[in-house]
């Protein structure tokens, strides 16, 4: 049998220009073992991605903040917390930098993301004198409690799903996958990934982005078929 996989998101499925490689769509429903999407990014998006893969929704977003299991969902962290985080920032005259509708924060729940263009260090004294932690993921500054993670999603994930994390092939990009690399059986950094992935990972691929992902699934594919 190919192994489940737990795969992020941005700068692992995305090709360089942020897209969605359009080869997932035959890849992944064709996939015998459970997928599960592990993100950052606020819950809608991963759960859109499943729809318009048409995989099952296995769910993590807000890097563990929010985890989906087909109908079930549970939150973790403070929320509050992160908010007024992004309030105290805001007042001392910085930006989450997204624009007035904040598409990106707009639907959080548990933590908050903010532009990388933004001041990192009054966000991270923020961010701990409310008992928080930032994660820069390459793509954004995330404020989120300490003990959530997509690690501790997974493990929620697969304990639903009747599996054991150590089942899983998990491939990321950066430090937010650090986690996740650190609960399953094989873990992926693709070549673009930050220098915590990097170490973190049992094999840095080297091919990057996408291209890294999708060699990684033929090579498991090719074991399975082999
Ligand atoms: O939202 C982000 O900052 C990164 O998202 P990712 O975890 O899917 O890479
Ligand atoms: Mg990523």
Redesign the pocket.
């Known amino acids: 049998m190919v192994p489940p996989l737990v795969l992020?998101?941005?700068?692992?499925m995305t090709r360089p220009d942020d897209s969605i490689d359009p080869r997932f769509f035959d890849l992944l429903p064709d996939w015998e073992a459970p997928i599960v999407v592990?993100?950052?990014?606020a819950f809608p998006y991963p759960v859109a991605l499943c729809h318009f893969l048409q995989i099952p929704q296995h769910v993590i977003a807000e890097?563990g903040g929010i985890v989906l299991v087909d109908d079930e969902i549970t939150r973790n962290g403070d929320g509050e917390a992160a908010f007024h985080v992004a309030e105290e920032y805001v007042a001392d005259g910085y930006e989450l930098g997204w624009g007035e509708s904040d598409l990106t924060n707009r639907w959080r729940e548990t933590e908050i993301?903010v532009q990388r263009d933004q001041p990192l260090g009054p966000l991270s004294e923020l961010a701990s004198e409310h008992g928080l932690e930032v994660v820069d993921?390459?793509?954004?500054y995330?404020v989120k409690s300490s003990g959530v993670s997509?690690g501790q999603g997974l493990k929620a994930v697969a304990q639903l799903l009747g599996r054991d994390p150590k089942e899983f092939v998990a491939i990321?990009?950066?430090e937010?996958?650090v986690s996740t690399f650190g609960v399953v059986r094989e873990s992926y950094a693709v070549a673009n990934a930050d220098e915590k992935a990097k170490r973190a990972a049992g094999t840095v691929v080297d091919e990057s982005y996408s291209e890294g992902t999708i060699s990684v699934l033929e090579e498991l594919q090719r074991g399975f078929d082999g």
């Open positions: 992020d998101i941005d700068g692992t592990a993100t950052g990014k890097n993301a993921t390459g793509f954004a995330h997509k990321g990009d950066s937010n996958d």
